[in-house]
């Protein structure tokens, strides 16, 4: 599938204009209130529309195919997007912290604070529809980079919706230190969602065993399909973006022909790619004196 024609291509071409969108609402509202919690999530969206270009890129990479260089193809471009992005974010935490403390040193009231809510509102209000999408198609196909994106932007969404409820209590309540607190609150779950992409992308990079839900639904499929087999042993796997990669031991009676333990093969990666999606297969097949008795029984 061409980059022009892949659905995951062109969702990140679509996360670079909603983001860029969502700066232009959210500069709107820093500059019509000069309100340093406003100021901040500008900052952050920002964050925004830098990872949205990154996450185009890593998708780009690693739609490419297989290569000298490359044998295993260039998955692992979607982890090293996300782990990026997470140390951007952690910047981004740390220099709206700073906002933060300039703005407990030098109150001063929002100016036409309605305005800049409505702006503001609304760019969160795109976010949310968007950030939903993102993780939904990312889930969908695999992607790192997508449901990275999409944690990203509804971290945003959260962000602004906190940030919009107590900046209403601003020109209602005239507690000035309201705006530099929400400011800080906003820090700390930028740095909040920065660390949480991190860890999950290093694990990734890390090859990470999959969750047991996953493994246990690669052990029933190979017990399923792997008729006139006896045992499947060593079994691991690793998901790397939109690739399953899986290798084990499949035990057969000593006596059968190569053929027939081919064919046995062939309908157990057959049953895998059904289940769950794209994968590269490894089976080593063995004669029964190799059986362990501590694997997979195969169901007759």
Known sequence: ?????????????CSVAVSLIALGMKYAAWRVTDSIALYSDAIET???????????????????????????????????????????????AITIAHEAWIGFQHMHAPQDSWLGIALNGGAGVLNLVWGLFLLRMGRAR????LVASGHHVLSDVWTSAVLITGFVLIPLTGFLWLDPLLAALIAVNVLRTGW???????????????????????????????????????????????MTFIEFHLVVPGAMSVEEAHHICDRVEEGLRAGLGDALINIHVEPERKAKHTGVLVLP
């Not at 780009?60 to 992005?85: C, F, I, Q, W």
Request: no cysteine.
């Open 142 to 145: 695999h992607s790192p980079a």
């Open 1 to 13: 599938m061409s980059s022009s024609t892949d659905p995951k291509i062109r969702a990140a071409w």
């Open 196 to 242: 949480e992409m991190m860890r999950t992308s290093i694990a990734g990079l890390m090859d990470e065993a999959p969750n047991s839900e996953t493994l246990g639904e690669i052990r029933s499929i190979i017990s399923h399909t792997a008729t006139g087999a006896m045992e499947a042993h060593d079994i691991r796997a690793r998901i790397v973006g939109a």
């Open 46 to 92: 920002i964050i925004n529309v830098v990872s949205a270009v990154a996450g185009l890129w890593a998708l780009r990479v690693a739609s490419l195919p297989p290569d000298h260089n490359h044998t295993y193809g260039h998955y692992k471009a979607e982890y090293l997007s996300a782990v990026a992005e997470g140390v951007l974010v952690v910047i981004t």
